[in-house]
């Protein structure tokens, strides 16, 4: 046997296609050609496999050997084919039988000792071998992460040695199976700690209901970041497959999957994050915040004070849920299906409007602070609200506020409703919205006036919509009325805010 074929998968974002490592010994001087568009860590590979076979006690082939990592035109990358290869050239030197791998799929760096080493994005990887009907041999690192896949079978070895014995029918390796996950809510900070900002309290119930972005403004220490942190312990809990996607992020990304399994994401990004950091990219392009809070929560505190190309990025994948990075031999997409919830200060010192404290900012200052937020970019969020400083007697009031719990039960309430619709109402549009909403004649016509009024755009209106119709949803209605419309304007609140 000269030539082996070996099946693994490459890792293109949250994809991963199927990679054949095909080995050839031919005769000829001794040598190691690797083709198949290797970048330089998978070039490296043919060094870590040579001294780990070496030191595994195997023998190398002393001939002229060409790997090809099949197809051709697919970018390669990272140090998940040193065991591939490994095993390739032991089946094409017929140290392993090559029916041993009739099945299997396999991806782990190699040390030079000859111990696998975890490799990132397995979580993908795994789904896709499930999917083809495969098993699946990992480093020990990464079984837990392959086997929230579901039913696969992987075989976790922490050795080179181990995976032959394996093969060779010396010493099996068991299955892994992955640990219970209960997926429960967070138990993280809650509501009831909340003093006062009823109106503020209400709005992130709204924004919760039916998946709305947040702003919240009003002075410094006003409770505003106090209440973003308070927004996952209201949401619904992940589902089986949500929990999936949140986690396959994490793992092309590098992060531990564990620490969050189950939970929604809470990023919270310092406002120097460049555009990339934030959107996602680079010369390999890796996922970003708004990828990272997929399913969860992207809070942007001090939101002015982000660079405004930085904030202008985000407006497409507000829209769309998910970020296309194209650049010049790489492209990839990530899902961005996040909650936006901001939090500003109405001018540079904070205290425009303050009754406790005056503003000493000029016109010219307070007019470059609130320019950094472009219109399109307002547009797109559906809340704004002011959250005011509190009166003395509110903050050393002892009186709760309702708790997290008992607001998550209205929540869950308002999307068992929305479920029929097939989407949040953050998500709904066109006819689809206008059949939800349907309007009374008298109703259509009064908002028609306000719109003009407020000279809202047609994107607003819409927003308007949404929001009435989620105010609905939590009141047990069918339709919004009268009431809804008027409370979902009352959310429009920015303008009459930064004007002092």
Known sequence: MTLAIIHTRAGLGLEAPEVLVEVHLANGLPGMTLVGLPEAAVKESRERVRSALVNAGFDFPLRRITLNLAPADLPKEGGRFDLPIALGLLVASGQVPPEALAGVECAGELALDGRLRPVTGVLPLAMATRRAGRRLI?????????????????????????????????????????????LTPEAGPDLAEVRGQHQARRALEVAAAGGHNLLFAGPPGTGKTMLASRLPGILPPLSEE????????????????????????????????????????????????????????LFLDELPEFSRHVLEVMREPME??????????????YPAGFQLVAAMNPCPCGHLGDPRQACHCTAAQIQRYQARLSGPLLDRIDLQVEVPALAPEQLTSRQAGESSAVVRERVLAARARQASRGALNARLAGQALEEACALQAADRAWLAGVLERLKLSARAYHRVLRVALTLADLAGETRPGRDQLIEAIGYRQLDRLLKG
């Open 138 to 182: 990992v480093p020990l690192a990464n079984a837990d992460e392959a086997a929230l896949a579901g039913d696969l079978e992987v075989l976790p070895a922490d050795h080179l040695l181990e995976v032959v014995a394996h093969l060779l029918g010396q010493a099996s390796i068991s299955p892994h199976r992955a640990p219970v996950a209960v």
């Open 242 to 297: 949500e929990a999936l996607e949140v986690a396959a992020i994490r793992s092309v990304s590098g992060l531990s999957h564990t620490e969050q399994w189950g939970v929604r994401p809470f990023r919270a990004p310092h406002h120097t994050a460049s555009a990339v950091a934030l959107v996602g990219g680079g010369s390999k392009p890796r996922p970003g915040e708004i990828s990272l809070a997929h399913h969860g929560v």
């Open 320 to 333: 769309s849920g998910q970020i296309h990075i194209a650049r010049a031999s790489h492209e990839r997409r």
